[in-house]
């Protein structure tokens, strides 16, 4: 007999939830399907091979204070705020496929009059006036044990948001990771002025009992009472660590190029695992040897604003007869690795 458990997130921290996600999908029992109802507050969500800074625009994220969360599954990047609802169907299900936890959503939007379609390989679209627009996109996981299948559903993002930290800058990467593909997206408040996360909660809740023909009670997670599963907080500590949302990233080439009063300085970077492991700059300058201690410094050290701007602060003090040449170039590589 199939049990099920219905769970919501009261914690808008994507480390948590997607935590709490993860703990579930580890350690669900045989014959069983759960679905958990979640959001995220300011976040850009990356998939398991992707590049943080290929996919998003990190300056603008640290500047603003907009998290960033790797999840498990594969797929493309995503922003979340309070204008998201999110959902998760996990299951243990001898016959459970991602076609059926897809009907539960379409369904549960037709209950509070939503009609969608499913398009591609994981989207949902509506028509509206300017024609098909995704509003939901999903990613799948499995195991021989059990199956995942999360998304997102867009009531009033901010769009602009999600355009303004998805951008990358404009920089010469190469990776082997994988690249988003942008969709032309559309908020389910074009078609439904009113539409809450609650009511949206509401109509995955009843489709979700209407397939599986029984009804459980909800369970409330905050970040205080997970604490008390075993293993939970060893999960919570991987998730919101820097060497998995950004030192998961795999290996990947950055050039930088720029011209000073002063010379051409051409930088590269080879990055694995979000440390520099390789440096090398060109230059035509006529005292070249700051430079090229320079490269040798940041051999080592994590790819992020912090860890690069101590070590030209450092690089500077032995070179103070080219002080101000050396700011005018710390300011360009600090501004531009982001």
Known sequence: ?????????????????LSLEEYMFQNIPKKQSILFLWRNQNTVVIGRAQNAWKECNTRRMERDGIKLARRSSGGGAVFHDLGNTCFTFISTQEHYNKNLSTNIVLNGLSRIGIKAIFSGRNDLVINTTEGERKISGSAYRKTPRCQFHHGTLLLHVDIDKLTYYLNPDLKKLKTKGISSVRSRVANLNTLKPDINHEEVCQGLTEAFFEHYRMRVTPEIFSIENAYHMPGFSDQFNKQRDWNWNFGNTPIFTHQLDTQFDWGNVTLYFNIKRGIIDYCRIFTDCLEPDPLEMLAKKLVGISYNTTSISYCCEQWIKNWPQHKKELLEASDWLIKNIS
């Open 1 to 17: 007999m199939c049990c099920l458990r219905l769970l919501f997130s009261n914690s808008y921290d994507p480390w948590f939830n």
